[in-house]
């Protein structure tokens, strides 16, 4: 698109004094933007209304090398910066080790591999290749989850709302030491609407928003998760993933970083704690929808879950849970820093 029409259009939309319009313009430019050369060249499938392209050809372009590990059912590749592992009619693939939710299957046809541009252009290259910026990442915003009469879940009288508050004041006096500066969306027990917690972040001048929840389901269910918002077009990971009619929301005009820095926090907690890696997933939560800067909501464990409770409610192990957490920002501002 011309730089001349980008310009006319602004133009418009600032005669018409409205800065929404141009800014919602933007974004849909942004979120439009021409996929780089090197996957405009490679050849398309399209598949349920999806394009895909070999990931054979796509793992050559990015200067990485695919194989099969088991053949027509689980492939590897490999390069200077990562190694990927998918498999065949599944959504789940990892990323150096980290476990990473697609947002559409990888496909086989006639033993040949195909991943969907979606994943290659909004999961994977955001990752292996993050684009650099002197975007300054200097101010995080801890969003305990819950609050007020919204206790989150219970296990008795253990309410989420209490721990995702203790782990938010041990994150944010680690981040202090690491030279951060920390904004809350709440200090204390009380209530905060939802829509309200991003907007704080804004105002604040937050770089990142770090919301902090902890899961509950079927007692034997264990592990952390980490959510990003979903790209337009997709369903949520836990939905199924696939393609959808979803418009882009404000978040999304962060995708690439959302991804990026949720990677980086699952993977330094995956490491760094006895957790299950439930994966990087991508979802429509409220706060995710709404931030305007990159975004992340932790699933730090399960209340259901007897012997991770235990981890939830301990002093010790919510310290570990801190220090892995500011080491996946920390890891997060060394990916996109110039060098
Ligand atoms: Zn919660």
């Given at each position: 698109m011309a730089v001349s029409f980008l310009n006319l259009v602004l133009r418009l939309c600032l005669l018409r004094g409205n800065m929404r319009t141009a800014a919602a313009f933007f974004a849909m430019v942004l979120l439009t933007a021409p996929a780089p050369a090197a996957l405009r060249n490679l050849e398309r499938m399209t598949v349920s209304g999806s394009d895909y392209v070999r990931l054979a050809e796509w793992a050559e372009s990015a200067g990485c090398a695919m194989?099969?590990?088991?053949?027509?059912?689980?492939?590897?590749?490999?390069?200077?910066?990562?190694?990927?592992?998918?498999?065949?009619?599944?959504?789940?693939?990892?990323?150096?080790?980290?476990?990473?939710?697609?947002?559409?299957?990888?496909?086989?046809r006639s033993g040949v591999p195909w991943i969907s541009l979606t994943d290659v252009g909004s999961t994977i290259e955001p990752v292996i290749s993050p684009h650099k910026s002197q975007a300054r990442v200097q101010t995080v915003c801890l969003d305990p989850g819950?609050?007020?009469?919204?206790?989150?879940?219970?296990?008795?009288?253990?309410?989420?709302?209490?721990?995702?508050?203790?782990?938010?004041r041990e994150t944010a006096g680690l981040l202090l030491e690491h030279?951060?500066?920390?904004?809350?969306?709440?200090?204390?027990?009380?209530?905060?609407?939802?829509?309200?917690?991003?907007?704080?972040?804004?105002?604040?001048?937050?770089?990142?928003?770090?919301?902090?929840?902890?899961?509950?389901?079927?007692?034997?269910?264990?592990?952390?998760?980490?959510?990003?918002?979903?790209?337009?077009?997709?369903?949520?990971s836990d939905a199924g993933g696939g393609k959808a009619i979803h418009p882009a929301e404000t978040g999304n005009a962060q995708d690439n970083r959302n991804v990026l820095l949720a990677y980086h926090v699952l993977k330094s907690i995956a490491h760094s704690l006895p957790l299950e890696d439930l994966g990087l997933k991508r979802s429509r939560f409220e706060v995710l929808r709404l931030a305007r800067m990159p975004a992340i909501l932790i699933e730090g464990g399960f209340l259901s879950n007897p012997a991770e409770a235990k981890t939830?409610?301990?002093?010790?192990?919510?310290?570990?849970?801190?220090?892995?957490?500011?080491?996946?920002?920390?890891?997060?501002?060394?990916?996109?820093?110039?060098?």
């Open positions: 194989k099969w590990n088991k053949k027509d059912r689980e492939i590897d590749v490999s390069g200077p910066s990562a190694r990927l592992n998918f498999s065949v009619d599944s959504r789940r693939a990892e990323i150096s080790g980290v476990s990473v939710w697609l947002c559409l299957p990888v496909i086989n819950h609050g007020g009469v919204d206790t989150g879940e219970a296990q008795g009288r253990n309410y989420e709302k209490k721990y995702t508050l203790l782990l938010a030279g951060f500066q920390v904004v809350m969306t709440r200090t204390n027990e009380g209530a905060v609407e939802l829509s309200e917690r991003p907007q704080l972040a804004a105002r604040r001048g937050a770089d990142v928003f770090v919301s902090l929840h902890y899961n509950a389901a079927d007692p034997s269910v264990h592990g952390v998760e980490v959510f990003c918002v979903a790209p337009p077009g997709v369903n949520s939830i409610y301990d002093p010790a192990f919510r310290k570990r849970m801190a220090h892995a957490i500011v080491d996946g920002i920390v890891a997060y501002k060394e990916a996109v820093a110039p060098p």
